[in-house]
């Protein structure tokens, strides 16, 4: 079964330049997902999207954008990168048929050197 | 602001155990919770998925209840195997379908040969 695609898996950026991450969700789902996974720590929300609308925001930083594109794949933006950022970045996305379980891509791990 | 508590932080326990693992929640309105498991460094897999409306659910040796009045869910592992060794993720979303996960901070289960 197709899982949701996540690209890049690695990054190294350095301090203050931009990065953009992008996601690709299982077919035929219409609600994509962003979380934020910092060392050690549980998955933060940053922001969703359904059927290409944002529907919600949580903890992202002014310094972030994301969209999502009429082909349904979502593009999470970062600019004046921060040591701080640096972290595995999630994207999940759901559909009302299979009551809105969330699956999850394998991640981007950005470092900001 | 739901809240989620998962108890052990860690547990360590003999091949062929059974085991609980807790989670707790604040707001009891939620639409779905859900079990996922976290290797090293690695993605997030759904181990199960658990409506509202229902009281548990079964997959092979996992098995998973929800008491969303008391804010409570239980993850029931029979017979642990060394490969169940990972971080064992709670998260519930919010009352209207599609909307955030909120991660409690894991529970890391090492099963010793």
């Known amino acids: 079964a197709a899982g949701v695609i996540q690209s890049p898996r690695h990054l190294i950026k350095e301090k203050r330049e931009t990065a953009t991450l992008k996601c690709y969700p299982i077919?035929?789902?219409?609600?994509v997902y962003w979380y934020q996974q910092g060392p050690g720590q549980d998955p933060q929300f940053l922001i969703s999207f359904y059927e290409k609308m944002q529907s919600d925001k949580g903890s992202i930083p002014d310094r972030f954008s994301a969209q999502q594109f009429s082909d349904y794949h979502s593009e999470l933006n970062m600019s004046s990168l921060e040591l701080g950022d640096s972290a595995l970045y999630f994207c999940?996305?759901?559909?009302?048929?299979?009551?809105?379980?969330?699956?999850f891509g394998p991640g981007t791990r950005l470092t900001v050197t | 602001k739901q809240e989620v508590t998962q108890i052990p932080a860690a547990l360590s326990v003999p091949e062929g155990e059974n085991l609980v693992l807790n989670c707790s929640f604040t707001d009891s309105a939620i639409y779905n919770l859900q079990w996922f498991r976290q290797d090293p460094g690695k993605g997030l897999t759904s181990l199960l998925l658990i409506q509202s409306s229902q009281r548990e659910q079964t997959s092979g040796r996992l098995n998973a209840s929800l008491d969303k009045s008391s804010g409570r869910s239980t993850l029931y592992i029979a017979a642990s195997q060394p490969g169940d060794s990972a971080t064992y993720l709670c998260a519930v979303d919010g009352e209207t379908s599609g909307s955030r996960l909120t991660f409690g901070e894991g529970t890391q289960l090492t099963v010793n040969p």
């Open positions: 999940a996305s759901s559909f009302r048929e299979s009551s809105y379980e969330q699956y």
């Open positions: 077919p035929r789902h219409d609600t």
